[in-house]
């Protein structure tokens, strides 16, 4: 990297990521908490594991419906009205969880908390795409999703204080998970209005020459996608060919994160560890470990600048984890096979955003990436849902975790098909990052 380029790149990352990341992980920490609350919930209200499955899954329907609309109206109105506004209505939603008293009520508050916290990842993975030139984004978005897995590695025994409440003015352990950590997503929408520059042209806190620089090489970038690919209209992107099997692939990812992770407490209850502690902290396991290999996985891919097999490997290795989890006996070796299916499952995914983000900009980049995570967020209903049939059925996880290991395998598939497309290479990417820095004059409007 040049000089001016790692300069702005420490700056860029001091001041968005770790706001973005604490976003996020309070984003999840209100989606996850769901799963820990349910040791007691389920036994209070008297849901049967499909009426839980059917609720969980019951989020990602409105969730689906809104993403699209969302994201073409935060790259409308600016990233620090948008993202603010999803997180104040969030957080008053997930509180409102504890005034759930039957299947009736769940299902409601679920549909709502879907409509309402709908487009926040897209959104921001849009906004990271906006600062971010293409070399650097893998990183910098695997450091955004670790706070996915960090927050059940934190969310786990907080919540298993949390239940532990029970009784506690008159409140139930689980409603007490819900009260409290609604709180920190209300207090940091506020801030996200006040603290986020909508684009690189508004960052005051920039100095000139690195805003300069940036807004260069950002629209170079620009530039080369079109040239590649043609112009592609908001409208195109919504139904371009590779936006539709990366949204395949989503639909994989999705069915493993809410099928397996949304029952995954009840799975750890079921070998054997019994207390409500006891079964959060065994849960937070497997997202340590996926939270380590998702940094070390991304940073090897962006410096190699191959995305495909970085891709597919990790997603072949949660297909198979699932497989493990399911035919291995004993505790010890599940549990192990869990952590595969983790690591496999979050090591992937920032490199999968980094595939879908190579040949859109601007508002059809908002389009195409919010296509994506709402086709595959369908997986968000259909997945819990059959998990919670098939429990119901079988009175086992078993036959729901090959299945959703069979979406897997398609997944990897389709990435090593749709992988095959023309990539820019790192070398390229650099050589236009030097013939921009030398100019140190931006080619035209701003934006990725």
């Given at each position: 990297?040049?000089?001016?380029?790692?300069?702005?790149?420490?700056?860029?990352?001091?001041?968005?990521?770790?706001?973005?990341?604490?976003?996020?992980?309070?984003?999840?920490?209100?989606?996850?908490?769901?799963?820990?609350?349910?040791?007691?919930?389920?036994?209070?209200?008297?849901?049967?594991?499909?009426?839980?499955?059917?609720?969980?899954?019951?989020?990602?329907?409105?969730?689906?419906?809104?993403?699209?609309?969302?994201?073409?109206?935060?790259?409308?109105?600016?990233?620090?009205?948008?993202?603010?506004?999803?997180?104040?209505?969030?957080?008053?939603?997930?509180?409102?969880?504890?005034?759930?008293?039957?299947?009736?009520?769940?299902?409601?508050?679920?549909?709502?908390?879907?409509?309402?916290?709908?487009?926040?990842?897209?959104?921001?993975?849009?906004?990271?795409?906006?600062?971010?030139?293409?070399?650097?984004?893998?990183?910098?978005?695997?450091?955004?999703?670790?706070?996915?897995?960090?927050?059940?590695?934190?969310?786990?025994?907080?919540?298993?204080?949390?239940?532990?409440?029970?009784?506690?003015?008159?409140?139930?352990?689980?409603?007490?998970?819900?009260?409290?950590?609604?709180?920190?997503?209300?207090?940091?929408?506020?801030?996200?209005?006040?603290?986020?520059?909508?684009?690189?042209?508004?960052?005051?806190?920039?100095?000139?020459?690195?805003?300069?620089?940036?807004?260069?090489?950002?629209?170079?970038?620009?530039?080369?996608?079109?040239?590649?690919?043609?112009?592609?209209?908001?409208?195109?992107?919504?139904?371009?060919?590779?936006?539709?099997?990366?949204?395949?692939?989503?639909?994989?990812?999705?069915?493993?994160?809410?099928?397996?992770?949304?029952?995954?407490?009840?799975?750890?209850?079921?070998?054997?560890?019994?207390?409500?502690?006891?079964?959060?902290?065994?849960?937070?396991?497997?997202?340590?470990?996926?939270?380590?290999?998702?940094v070390l996985w991304?940073?090897?891919?962006?410096?190699?600048?191959?995305?495909?097999?970085?891709?597919?490997?990790?997603?072949?290795?949660?297909?198979l984890g699932i497989?493990?989890?399911?035919?291995?006996?004993?505790?010890?070796?599940?549990?192990?096979?869990?952590?595969?299916?983790?690591?496999?499952?979050?090591?992937?995914?920032?490199?999968?955003?980094?595939?879908?983000?190579?040949?859109?900009?601007?508002?059809?980049?908002?389009?195409?990436?919010?296509?994506?995570?709402?086709?595959?967020?369908?997986?968000?209903?259909?997945?819990?849902?059959?998990m919670g049939s098939?429990?119901?059925?079988?009175?086992?996880?078993?036959?729901?975790?090959?299945?959703?290991?069979?979406?897997?395998?398609?997944?990897?598939?389709?990435?090593?098909?749709?992988?095959?497309?023309?990539?820019?290479?790192?070398?390229?990417?650099?050589?236009?990052?030097?013939?921009?820095?030398?100019?140190?004059?931006?080619?035209?409007?701003?934006?990725?």
């Open positions: 990297m040049t000089e001016i380029e790692q300069r702005t790149m420490r700056r860029l990352s001091k001041r968005l990521v770790p706001f973005l990341l604490l976003c996020y992980f309070v984003s999840y920490l209100d989606r996850t908490n769901l799963s820990f609350a349910a040791l007691q919930m389920n036994r209070d209200l008297g849901l049967t594991a499909g009426a839980f499955g059917f609720g969980a899954g019951a989020f990602f329907l409105t969730y689906f419906l809104f993403e699209v609309p969302s994201n073409l109206m935060l790259a409308r109105v600016g990233a620090s009205r948008w993202i603010a506004r999803i997180m104040v209505t969030w957080g008053l939603v997930s509180g409102a969880m504890v005034l759930v008293r039957g299947e009736a009520s769940f299902y409601t508050v679920r549909v709502l908390l879907g409509a309402a916290e709908a487009g926040f990842f897209p959104g921001v993975i849009f906004y990271l795409g906006l600062w971010f030139p293409a070399a650097h984004r893998a990183r910098i978005i695997s450091l955004f999703m670790v706070s996915v897995p960090l927050s059940v590695v934190v969310g786990a025994p907080l919540s298993g204080a949390l239940l532990s409440l029970d009784g506690s003015l008159g409140l139930r352990g689980w409603q007490w998970v819900y009260i409290v950590e609604a709180v920190p997503a209300l207090v940091l929408g506020v801030v996200t209005f006040f603290y986020l520059s909508d684009s690189p042209k508004d960052a005051r806190w920039l100095p000139d020459d690195q805003r300069t620089w940036l807004v260069g090489r950002l629209e170079a970038e620009r530039i080369q996608a079109k040239a590649g690919t043609g112009h592609v209209t908001v409208l195109r992107a919504l139904t371009h060919p590779r936006i539709l099997a990366l949204a395949v692939v989503d639909v994989a990812i999705c069915s493993i994160n809410t099928g397996v992770g949304v029952f995954l407490p009840q799975i750890i209850q079921g070998f054997g560890v019994r207390s409500d502690v006891g079964v959060t902290l065994t849960t937070a396991v497997p997202y340590l470990v996926a939270a380590i290999g998702m991304s940073r090897h891919s962006d410096r190699t600048g191959e995305r495909r097999m970085h891709t597919a490997v990790p997603l072949a290795v949660a297909a497989v493990g989890a399911v035919w291995v006996p004993g505790a010890v070796p599940k549990m192990v096979c869990l952590c595969a299916v983790m690591f496999g499952l979050y090591a992937m995914q920032p490199v999968f955003w980094t595939l879908s983000m190579t040949f859109l900009t601007g508002a059809a980049a908002a389009g195409g990436v919010a296509v994506i995570n709402s086709i595959g967020n369908l997986a968000g209903f259909v997945s819990p849902y059959a098939a429990k119901d059925a079988t009175g086992s996880f078993s036959v729901g975790m090959l299945g959703i290991a069979c979406t897997g395998v398609l997944g990897v598939v389709v990435v090593l098909l749709v992988g095959r497309g023309r990539r820019r290479t790192t070398a390229e990417s650099l050589s236009s990052s030097a013939e921009t820095a030398r100019s140190g004059q931006p080619h035209g409007g701003g934006g990725a």
